[in-house]
């Protein structure tokens, strides 16, 4: 079945530019395999996790509908969701940060819908519907976390990129899809594995994003709890590998107290990782958070805060003192004492006042950039926002008058007043002029043959982050991703094997057979004689039935294939632990 998008009201509510992201679940499109993947994670992390995951995990698998038996599907995630405030959406494997960071701002999952195969079974680079449904899903069941992931996500989607991030999002994309799909070169994911190791090891500033990626990494995705001598298992990327959430509990992973200095510390998205980090409480986890947000751009400001986003070349905006807001590609800021005087932007740029693009400053009218001086006038202690209109007047800034304002720096603008426009304060936030000349020393910044020049007032930018103020005021619907996830092969053999699964699957369930257990098992040794799973999911059932003939045969067979593909060796004696040593309900 394909589930429809619209199953959640939480949905409705994304603006048009998430909305690109999102693709609808096609409930066919997974296979037996897939689903005897998706069941035997399931039944050794709900056996394992049961003893060292956070207790919200099990709760949360209840609360959220995850089923151990069945991939789940969106529309009974969302329908599940709603009732604790959340929703979920399927993707195509990695999304961009700030993108991720935006849903979860809206209390919205995104969810990649695909499944590893079963040659990753357990840990794969790419995201997956097992790391997204029965890692993060669960968890956000409890109220406390679910804020935090929200509030980070709030925060994070404003944090400034630099194109080097996005330069690493793609390489890491690419690496993922290639090393999930099946049959690639290996000199293909060699020279892409090469390409993602020079990325990360290249000597620059980490950007805001990068390090709230890290933040992200030890939390949401990696994060313990509890103590350093007895921690609990929270993090995504553990719940959902049967392979790592084992390795992490081990001496040989550094277990370090959680706080601020995790934003400075890398990760390898393609290996274990050799140190993982400790909040005592989830409150704790918000607690830095809030500790990062005052040491962005989003609360400081200033010159460092327009200067990043010149680094970064993207949409960005700026806030000045009066909440006037200046969204655009920043291209140039003139500095006078450690502070900027004068911003100027490239190519359409928007001007809002509390997120709400203000009428007559689209992004169409302002066409070919905007800049505009920051800070107090030469000479005069009183700002202009802070100026009554009697002040106004006695300054000469007035309607029908001609002006000439310096301001420090070396800025002036000189030109004849149209009108001035204020905010829902009274103060003045813009001033328009016609006939207008504004120079910087002997450089002119903008000349009257240019039209109206509209001047953003403010003495100081209060903030400064990634994206626009109103997301209406320019078309954000660009994505298009370097990359596709590449779908498994179809073959007569992978057919043949398909239906196999299907058949023990339908005997398990109660619903009958197209062919019997034995002969089942006799193709497999034929004509499959590598797989390891179906052969798993046989002597489960033989042992329900308490066929004691059969059964033999089959242990004898896992036996032979782990000597013959010892890499699965350890799969295979896990599953049968369940199947025989720790048989109890799930």
């Not at 194109?163 to 060699?190: C, F, M, N, V, W």
């Not at 001047?455 to 626009?468: E, I, L, R, T, W």
Request: glycine share 8%; with cysteine; hydrophobic share 40%.
């Amino acid at each position: 079945m394909s589930a429809p998008i619209e199953s959640n009201p939480l949905i409705d509510r994304l603006p048009k530019h998430l909305m690109q992201f999102i693709k609808p679940q096609d409930y066919s499109d997974y296979t037996p395999i897939n689903q005897a993947v998706w069941r035997y994670v399931m039944r050794k992390n709900v056996d394992y996790l049961s003893r060292v995951a956070h207790s919200s995990y099990l709760d949360g698998l209840k609360k959220t509908g995850i089923e151990i038996d069945n991939i789940p599907s969106m529309y009974g995630m969302n329908r599940i969701l709603r009732e604790i405030g959340w929703a979920a959406v399927a993707v195509d494997g990695f999304i961009p940060p700030n993108a991720f960071m935006e849903f979860q701002a809206y209390n919205v999952l995104v969810i990649a819908s695909d499944i590893r195969q079963l040659e990753h079974i357990e840990y794969t680079p790419a995201p997956d519907i097992i790391h997204e449904g029965a890692g993060h899903a669960p968890i956000i069941a409890n109220p406390e976390y679910a804020e935090y992931l929200r509030r980070f996500g709030e925060i994070g989607c404003k944090a400034i990129s630099s194109s080097h991030d996005y330069e690493i999002y793609e390489a890491i994309r690419l690496l993922s899809i290639l090393k999930e799909a099946e049959g690639t070169p290996q000199e293909e994911i060699d020279a892409i594995e090469k390409r993602v190791d020079e990325l990360q090891n290249q000597a620059v500033e980490p950007s805001e994003m990068a390090l709230i990626r890290n933040l992200h990494w030890w939390t949401v995705e990696y994060g313990l709890i509890g103590t350093v001598e007895d921690p609990k298992i929270y993090g995504a990327g553990l719940l959902s590998s049967i392979g790592e959430s084992a390795w992490c509990m081990t001496d040989n992973v550094i277990k370090l107290p959680y706080d601020l200095e995790a934003a400075y510390q890398g990760f390898d998205i393609t290996k274990p990782q050799p140190q993982l980090y400790v909040t005592p409480d989830f409150a704790f986890l918000s607690q830095v958070l809030e500790e990062f947000a005052n040491k962005m751009a989003l609360r400081i400001g200033g010159l460092s805060g327009v200067q990043k986003l010149i680094t970064s070349k993207a949409l960005g905006t700026v806030e000045l003192s009066t909440g006037i807001q200046v969204s655009g590609t920043f291209t140039n800021v003139i500095e006078n004492e450690g502070k900027p005087v004068y911003i100027q932007t490239t190519g359409k740029t928007a001007l809002s006042y509390r997120d709400k693009e203000l009428v007559g400053h689209s992004g169409d009218y302002h066409s070919e950039g905007f800049g505009s001086p920051i800070g107090k006038l030469v000479g005069i202690n009183l700002a202009i926002e802070d100026m009554s209109p009697r002040d106004l007047k006695a300054y000469d800034i007035y309607e029908g008058l001609r002006a000439t304002l310096e301001f420090e720096g070396d800025i002036k603008v000189s030109g004849e007043i149209i009108t001035g426009t204020r905010n829902i304060q009274g103060k003045i936030i813009i001033i328009s002029f016609k006939d207008c000349t504004v120079t910087h020393g002997d450089t002119v910044l903008f000349q009257p043959e240019w039209g109206i020049y509209d001047m953003a007032v403010g003495k100081k930018v209060v903030s400064a982050y990634s994206g626009p103020a109103d997301v209406s005021s320019f078309d954000l619907i660009t994505h298009v991703p370097s990359s596709k996830t590449i779908k498994a092969k179809k073959s007569t053999e992978r057919e043949e094997l398909e239906g196999l699964y299907q058949n023990i699957r339908s005997i398990r369930e109660g619903k009958g057979q197209t062919i019997t257990i034995a002969n089942t098992f006799e193709k497999v040794k034929e004509s499959h004689p590598n797989d390891w799973l179906l052969s798993l999911e046989i002597a489960e059932v033989l042992n329900k039935i308490n066929d004691s003939e059969l059964l033999p045969e089959v242990i004898a067979h896992l036996d032979a294939v782990k000597k013959e593909r010892p890499e699965v060796a350890h799969l295979i004696d896990g599953g049968l632990d369940l199947i025989f040593e720790k048989e109890k309900a799930i």
